[in-house]
């Protein structure tokens, strides 16, 4: 079996193009490298009305919205723009040198009929698979944007619902937790695959059906001034906000997102197949944004195989997220969490101020066949799942080199949770300037190298921090 998956996903993978940094830039160089180097700038008009498109919210329009975007592609770019309305379609597909304006006034509808995102190559949840395509899809493509001050609604409540089904009434009682969230496949609303030079811009998005915009094997992408409001009409699970996925030169700014799971999120692959496929997400600046409710202001992992690296923050806000500044893993994944650099945060009524867990969530983190299937039966994406990472040790995690400064947090219920193993020691991590007032003071475990310098953590219940099982601490 092993041999027959890797023969598959070497031809898989020949999808996309290889990227990776070897030799690391300097921080005052690659910060002004981030984002979209050009955008559209042909100013021809391709209106989806004339296509054929009908604004009644009713009558659905993917092959017409499509049509109009195919022929200003072929005019060698332009603008696809809308008549005030509402637009119901499926999946539709942005191409080199087109920018899909969504104007104030006009609200796409995402369809509710799975069978209207036609499945395709790519990741989802850090493995490699056959899955739907987004709600709007920009993939292999160069020069391309989604902008306008209109609405993208994804209407992903019955996707919501059938999770939710699946889980409770027969996946979790079958021991089949880590898989589900893989076999109920739950469109995205936006993705950007294998592209550079790509603009998301001004649109607000709601009720994502899965993740709201994913970046995937991408580079020189600007995501600025997007609005993500996922908790309308009900609380969509697994509906991350802005999610950079093995991708680099990413640029996010001014967003304000509202999800249910990882509000800005950094991502590189999963277990087995994360690790080879390795690519990382490195030089990441996101800046000037707030989350509100949310499993994570900012978010490393848990798919971390391919490492995530090189990253600026700052700027942010969080209001009653669950948790501020969150890094987490597992002893199969993999990959290195390192040079980030977290400053000039605000933080009110949050969970926990900063996490850091090696070991996360392990229901869902590992992947176990219970007895009663055929190895050979089960679907491949379940068979990538379950391949063990050799040796072990490959599979351990390492987070080190973090420095997080000018943090104020109020009306937290714990400042710090960060638990290392002893396999997996949390390292080097530099707080600065921190003021922080929370219910208690949490713990540290299994860690090396911390410094606090002018941090201050006041408790209701004056708790102090636990520490344990960790040398040359300077707190």
């Known amino acids: ?14 999808i996309f193009t290889a990227s990776s940094s070897d030799e690391a830039i300097p921080m005052e160089q690659w910060t002004q490298q981030v984002g979209a180097k050009k955008t559209p700038d042909k100013k021809i008009i391709f209106k989806v009305n004339d296509y054929g498109a009908k604004n009644d919210g009713q009558t659905l329009a993917t092959k017409q919205i499509q049509a109009a975007i195919d022929a200003c592609a072929a005019k060698g770019g332009g603008i696809v723009t809308f008549d005030p309305g509402k637009y119901l379609t499926g999946s539709i597909f942005v191409k080199e040198g087109v920018n899909l304006r969504i104007d104030k006034g006009v609200t796409i509808l995402g369809s509710q009929d799975i069978a209207d995102y036609p499945e395709i190559d790519t990741r989802a949840a850090g493995i490699e698979l056959k899955w739907p ?5 920009i993939i292999d493509q160069k020069n ?13 409540k019955p996707f919501w619902d059938k999770y939710w089904t699946m889980r409770r009434e027969e996946y979790e009682p079958k021991g089949l937790r880590w898989i589900v969230d893989y076999d109920c496949k739950r469109p995205r609303t936006v993705l950007v695959q294998n592209c550079s030079d790509i603009t998301i811009q001004g649109i607000t998005f709601q009720q994502a059906g899965f993740w709201t915009v994913h970046i995937l094997y991408s580079k020189y992408v600007t995501v600025d001034g997007i609005v993500i409001q996922n908790n309308i009409d009900g609380s969509g699970p697994s509906t991350d906000g802005i999610d950079i996925d093995s991708s680099s030169f990413v640029l996010v700014e001014n967003c304000d997102i ?11 692959g999963r277990d087995w197949d994360g690790l080879r496929v390795n690519r990382p997400t490195e030089y990441v600046v ?18 971390t195989s391919g490492s995530i690296r090189h990253l600026l923050a700052q700027n942010l806000k969080a209001k009653g997220t669950g948790v501020g500044l969150r890094f987490k893993s597992a002893r199969t994944r993999g990959g290195t969490v390192e040079d980030v650099y977290l400053q000039d945060i ?4 949050v969970g926990t101020v900063i996490e850091v867990s090696m070991n996360w969530n392990p229901s869902y983190s590992y992947s176990s066949l219970p007895e009663g299937y055929d190895p050979e039966k089960i679907p491949q994406h379940w068979k990538t799942m379950l391949m063990q990472v050799e040796p072990p040790e490959k599979g351990i995690p390492e987070f080190k080199d973090v420095h997080i400064s000018h943090v104020i947090a109020t009306g937290a219920s714990r400042a710090i949770s960060a638990s290392g193993t002893k396999e997996s020691i949390v390292k080097d991590f530099h707080l600065s300037e921190i003021d922080i007032k929370a219910k208690s003071a949490g713990s540290i475990s299994y860690a090396d190298g911390w410094e606090f310098e002018n941090v201050t953590i006041k408790t209701g219940d004056n708790s102090e921090l636990d520490v344990r099982n960790s040398n040359d601490m300077k707190l």
């Open 286 to 303: 996101i800046r000037d944004c707030i989350s509100r409710k949310g499993g994570g202001l900012i978010t490393f992992g848990s798919e």
């Open 258 to 268: 509202d999800c249910n799971d990882d509000n800005f999120c950094l991502k590189a």
């Open 346 to 349: 605000e933080m009110d009524g």
């Open 144 to 156: 391309a944007a989604i902008t306008g001050d209109g609405v993208v609604n994804a209407r992903g």
């Open 1 to 14: 079996m092993v041999s027959l998956l890797l023969a598959l996903f070497t031809n898989f993978n020949c």
């Open 133 to 137: 395509a987004a709600l709007i899809n």
